[in-house]
């Protein structure tokens, strides 16, 4: 890396193609970078000049990004890549190469940290950042050499070369707020059916998760759960309600209530500053009580989205969930008595799935009856557990990163085959949403033009993803 002059650095979030039969093409969010945001920020309060452009937001296809790259020169090109974007990612890394031929190429997030020897054999990116990246990150903008760097690994001499891992949680705290004014904020929103108000927006405040689910990575950032300061929460929400109009919020972290008392002590400064503001959040069944609960929708919380995976203790206890039916119900209730809505999200496919097992669930997502219900098809992603446990056992279908969006079967399981569970998840969505008394509680929920909007792009939705082959 040339050091002799100021830093330049383009920060890329690769484009994200959806199968038309994938419902999460018809209703899913379209969330800020939070990563590649923070890692500006604190690129800008060391003086590093840097852009960054969002093609997933900005909707830039492959072939339409040699063209979308900004002009100039940048000594760092960084991407970042989930498993499902890890394909994308690779041909952003061998376009840039051809654009910026000086430039070093760094991939980071999820993908490379679990697979960083894979991310090499692409010879257009030089180094992976592994796990957080900010240190490293920042070491290697200042013109540190790989060798030296926590958390890298590189190519030298032919060889993959893995430093140490930084083993040091990073303070969250610490972190600046994200560089929102680099980012096509326009072009952000939530995903459909969880706002009440526009402009909407998703908001991540915490790192790691509670549980210890086999499908789950959440162990890439540490079962010790880091939530923000509610005060510097408090203060990005008034930021962003000021700079950019947002009227709703979407807090995508893995378990948003995992501290109730800092989730109390926010709405209580929502309350007091008579913030107007409306929510939503992830929660896990066994992190709300009745009385978090209230003060949530006093301060605004109109919708809460948990992972009930399966209506069968058996597969429950198969994927380390941790949780019972019974609890289940029981949030399900408590959301319904103080007039939170539910989003209940169910997987179909996991270890030890049959016939039977899949008509379980069904039929408890429509005994438990909740707002909106999601189904996806057990994905095992690589870094899991269940990932291994699928490879060891030759279960895997299909190394092909692309296929691995929650709607494609990649797990051949001897117990239920594929066809089976491929037409197992278009029926789930026909049977719950298809209902005369769901769709008759819909209709009578309709408050304005855009509930009667969301509901027809949600029916669409439905039909597009449970159509018969």
């Not at 679990?114 to 991310?119: A, K, L």
């Not at 279960?395 to 709607?407: A, K």
Request: glycine share 6%.
């Amino acid at each position: 890396m040339n050091s002799a002059h100021s830093k330049s650095v383009l920060l890329i979030n690769p484009p994200l193609v959806k199968s038309s039969t994938n419902v999460w093409r018809h209703i899913d969010s379209c969330t800020p970078p939070f990563g590649l945001a923070i890692l500006a920020a604190i690129l800008l309060e060391q003086g590093i000049s840097v852009k960054i452009l969002d093609c997933n937001a900005l909707g830039i296809p492959l072939d339409m990004m040699e063209r979308s790259l900004p002009t100039g020169t940048y000594d760092i090109v960084g991407i970042t890549a989930s498993t499902a974007l890890f394909h994308n990612a690779q041909q952003v890394a061998a376009i840039c190469r051809k654009q910026y031929p000086a430039a070093t190429i760094i991939m980071g997030g999820v993908h490379p940290t679990v697979r960083p020897d894979e991310c090499l054999e692409c010879p257009s990116i030089d180094l992976v950042v592994r796990g957080e990246g900010e240190r490293s990150f920042l070491k290697l903008a200042r013109g540190a050499e790989p060798a030296s760097v926590s958390g890298v690994s590189y190519r030298s001499d032919g060889t993959v070369i893995h430093t140490d891992a930084d083993m040091r949680p990073v303070d969250i705290d610490e972190n600046p707020l994200p560089a929102y004014q680099l980012l096509p904020m326009n072009r952000y929103h939530t995903a459909l059916g969880s706002s009440r108000r526009l402009p909407g927006i998703g908001l991540v405040v915490s790192r790691g998760c509670p549980g210890r689910c086999t499908y789950c990575y959440g162990h890439f950032l540490g079962r010790k759960v880091r939530f923000r300061d509610p005060r510097i929460i408090f203060n990005e929400i008034q930021l962003l309600m000021s700079n950019y109009g947002i009227r709703e919020v979407a807090f995508y972290d893995d378990t948003f209530t995992t501290y109730r008392k800092k989730v109390r002590s926010l709405c209580r400064l929502l309350i007091d500053s008579r913030t107007d503001l409306s929510w939503s959040c992830f929660s896990r069944v066994d992190t709300v009580d009745l009385d978090t609960l209230r003060i949530m929708r006093a301060a605004g919380c109109h919708q809460i989205s948990v992972g009930v995976e399966s209506g069968s203790e058996m597969i429950l206890d198969n994927i380390n969930k941790d949780i019972d039916l019974s609890r289940t119900v029981r949030m399900v209730s408590e959301c319904r008595k103080v007039g939170i809505m539910v989003r209940a999200c169910f997987m179909l496919g996991n270890p030890g799935e049959t016939p039977e097992t899949i008509r379980q669930t069904i039929d408890f997502a429509k005994q438990l009856n909740p707002d909106i219900v999601l189904f996806n098809i057990t994905t095992p992603y690589p870094g899991t557990r269940m990932f291994d446990w699928a490879d060891s056992n030759g279960y895997l279908t299909t190394y092909d990163w692309r296929d691995y969006d929650l709607s494609k079967v990649v797990m051949e399981l001897p117990s239920v085959n594929k066809e089976h569970l491929e037409c197992a998840y278009k029926r789930a969505y026909r049977e719950f949403y298809l209902r005369p008394a769901y769709l008759w509680k819909r209709l009578l929920k309709i408050r304005s033009l855009a509930d009667i909007k969301m509901n027809w792009n949600g029916l669409q939705a439905v039909f597009k993803t449970g159509r018969k082959s």
